[in-house]
């Protein structure tokens, strides 16, 4: 089974549509993430969680929410769907003890589609 | 936080042809750099990650990169590929005192027979 699991995977939804996208990890991670990957932009972070009651805004998060539900659980919310929000989301979980470098442990992606 | 820069966003190789991808970043006193790779439909997988030690780090599938701390590099590297090495490739940087890691715009390197 896989260590993070996304769903769904794939979403088509229409302009002004609340969606959630939901992350769970097996890892025992303290740390999760979420970002949106754009063709030529790489990977931006657009929320991310130390532990279940620290949640930090990152690089993008406009038009974004999220909630850390558990450890183990985080999601992503887009409160009124817009055409460029199109994107690939990924989430992601890091280690907190010490000497685990913030290698971060990737989920297969929600390929998200507004029109 | 750190700033990444892929200099080639593609990269066409022919099989058993070396490749070289490369990755700089924004100077800092101590970091931890990171390769993924992306194959196509898929999540990002670490290929490699330079923590500390020699600056020649060996990774998965047969790549590995150089740490250049004066050029402030990270160059992937692999000296023969094959057709199942077509994917995209991210460098990732990490300060050591700033627990998140900001990547490059990726490079997409596609393999011909």
């Known amino acids: 089974d896989a260590d993070v699991t996304q769903t769904p995977r794939n979403r088509i939804t229409k302009t002004g549509k609340r969606i959630m996208l939901e992350c769970s990890q097996t890892k025992g991670h303290d740390r999760m993430y979420w970002y949106r990957q754009d063709p030529g932009l790489g990977l931006r972070l657009i929320y991310y969680?130390?532990?279940?009651?620290?949640?930090n805004k990152g690089e993008i998060s406009d038009g974004y929410s999220v909630s850390r539900q558990a450890q183990a659980k985080f999601s992503l919310s887009l409160e009124s769907a817009i055409p460029n929000q199109t994107a690939l989301y990924f989430c992601?979980?890091?280690?907190?003890?010490?000497?685990?470098?913030?290698?971060?442990?990737f989920g297969p992606g929600t390929r998200l589609t507004v029109l | 936080a750190q700033s990444v820069t892929q200099l080639d966003s593609q990269v066409p190789v022919f099989e058993e042809a070396p490749v070289e991808l490369r990755c700089n970043y924004s100077s800092s006193v101590s970091v931890y750099l990171f390769w993924y790779v992306q194959y196509p439909n898929q999540g990002l997988q670490l290929l490699l990650k330079?923590?500390?030690?020699?600056?020649l780090v060996k990774g998965i599938n047969g790549f590995e990169a150089e740490f250049n701390k004066s050029q402030t590099s990270f160059h992937l590297r692999k000296p023969s590929v094959h057709i199942s090495d077509t994917a995209e490739y991210f460098c990732a940087v990490s300060d050591s005192d700033d627990y998140k890691l900001s990547f490059g715009a990726g490079t997409t390197v596609t393999v011909r027979a």
């Open positions: 330079y923590l500390s030690g020699s600056t």
């Open positions: 992601a979980t890091s280690d907190l003890r010490a000497g685990a470098y913030n290698e971060q442990f």
């Open positions: 969680s130390f532990d279940v009651k620290d949640i």
